[in-house]
């Protein structure tokens, strides 16, 4: 059973910056993409980054040049790197990875950004 544990999530302020984990149970090398997604009151779930086994990324328009995705093979982690953050950015942040046709999701992590 694959487990995705999403950490570091908390309250900042516009400006700040903050560190999201994710933790993977078993090799990521298993995942085809693993990314970041958030979903914020009243919206729908959106992408906000992903990162391909190649090591390519791509992110969205909304966060280009503020968050940065990144991957540790030898620690099962993915991680997102904001900074610049925004009182839009506030949303509860979900890790996905995604393999053969199947996705898996953390149970979530809050981003509040105050104004």
């Known amino acids: 059973q694959v487990q995705l544990v999403e950490s570091g999530g908390g309250l900042v302020q516009a400006g700040g910056s903050l560190t999201l984990s994710c933790a993977a149970s078993?090799?990521?090398?298993?995942?085809?993409?693993m990314g970041w997604y958030r979903q914020a009151p009243g919206k729908q779930r959106e992408l906000v980054a992903i990162?391909?086994?190649?090591?390519?990324?791509n992110y969205a328009d909304s966060v280009k040049g503020r968050f940065t995705i990144s991957r540790d093979n030898a620690k099962n982690t993915v991680y997102l790197y904001m900074n610049s953050l925004k009182p839009e950015d506030t949303a509860v942040y979900y890790c996905n990875g995604y393999r053969l046709g199947i996705d898996y999701w953390g149970q979530g992590t809050q981003v509040t950004v105050s104004s």
């Open positions: 078993g090799s990521i090398f298993r995942f085809n993409t």
């Open positions: 990162i391909i086994s190649g090591g390519n990324t």
